[in-house]
């Protein structure tokens, strides 16, 4: 995993806080689709199947991006 030296442009962070708040629905869910061993994909997490998404992975970003930054969390208080 990379890491993130400085911070990042406005441009940067409106498209993180769009992929994590606006992105559209997955087509499917796939935690609740059994795959063909049986079992639902992801284990019929929820969890699981989220973070996995394109808004999941933006999530954690922002998450680790306030964590580094603490003056994350006001770039990204607009978010819904």
Do not use: C
Request: proline letters at 6%; a negative charge; zero cysteines.
């Amino acid at each position: 995993m990379g890491t993130i030296e400085d911070p990042l442009p406005d441009d940067a962070v409106a498209m993180l806080d769009w992929l994590a708040a606006r992105h559209p629905d997955p087509a499917k869910e796939h935690w609740q689709i059994t795959a063909s061993g049986g079992t639902n994909y992801y284990g019929g997490k929820i969890y699981d199947n989220g973070i996995n998404t394109t808004r999941g992975q933006a999530v954690g970003a922002i998450g680790e991006l306030i964590l580094r930054d603490s003056a994350y969390i006001k770039r990204f208080e607009s978010a819904p």
